[in-house]
C-alpha cells in the first residue's frame, strides 16, 4: 500500500446499466475519501487515484470491482417466526438481522405461506455500475490519517 496517498472530495452521479440513476451527491457534501482505505467501492477508488482536482468524468466499474457477483449461496429461506420485523412482510422490504449497526441487510425476495426467502447480497451485487464523477479536492494524506485510515478534519 503506498504512502503517497490523497484525500480526495467528489461529487458523482451513480447509473445501473441501463442509464437509470440511482443515487448523486449533487445537492449535498461531496465525498470525502481516503484512497485505498476501503471507503469507496475498489473500481471507483482504483479510477479516482488516477484523477486530478478539476476532472470530470465517467468512468465505469464492473460488478466484479463493485459490490460483486451475486452469489446465490447468499439466498436463503427462513421461517416467518425468525424475522425480526413485526407486521406484514412483501416482496422488495429490507431489513437488519440484528439490531446492531454492522448487522447484515436482507432483502424479502420470496413469500410462500410460512416461509420466507430471504437474500442477504448487496442490492446491487453483479450489476456493473456507471459513475459520473467531478473531482473537487485533493491533497496528500497526512500521517494520523494515515494511521486512522480515514480522512481527519483539517485545523487552519
Given at each position: 500500500?503506498?504512502?503517497n496517498?490523497?484525500?480526495?472530495s ?16 449533487a445537492?449535498?457534501?461531496?465525498i ?21 482536482a478539476?476532472?470530470k ?17 447468499q ?10 420485523v ?54 496528500p ?16
Open positions: 500500500m503506498s504512502e496517498r490523497r484525500v480526495v467528489f461529487h458523482y452521479t451513480l447509473r445501473n446499466p441501463e442509464g437509470r440513476i440511482l443515487d448523486s451527491s445537492g449535498g457534501d461531496p470525502v475519501f481516503l484512497e485505498q482505505a476501503g471507503m469507496i467501492i475498489d473500481g471507483l477508488d482504483e479510477a479516482v487515484q488516477a484523477l486530478s478539476g476532472t468524468t465517467t468512468v465505469e466499474v464492473p460488478a466484479a470491482k463493485g459490490y460483486g457477483a451475486h452469489d446465490p449461496s439466498v436463503q429461506p427462513v421461517t416467518r417466526d425468525r424475522i425480526p413485526e407486521g406484514d412482510l412483501k416482496i422488495g422490504d429490507q431489513f437488519q438481522t440484528a439490531p446492531d449497526a454492522g448487522a447484515p441487510v436482507v432483502t424479502v425476495v420470496g413469500i410462500d405461506g410460512d416461509q420466507v426467502m430471504l437474500d442477504a447480497n448487496h442490492s446491487m451485487a453483479g450489476v456493473d455500475l456507471s459513475f459520473e464523477v467531478e473531482v473537487l479536492q485533493e491533497r494524506a497526512t500521517a494520523d490519517e494515515l494511521k486512522q485510515g480515514k480522512p481527519l478534519p483539517v485545523v487552519d
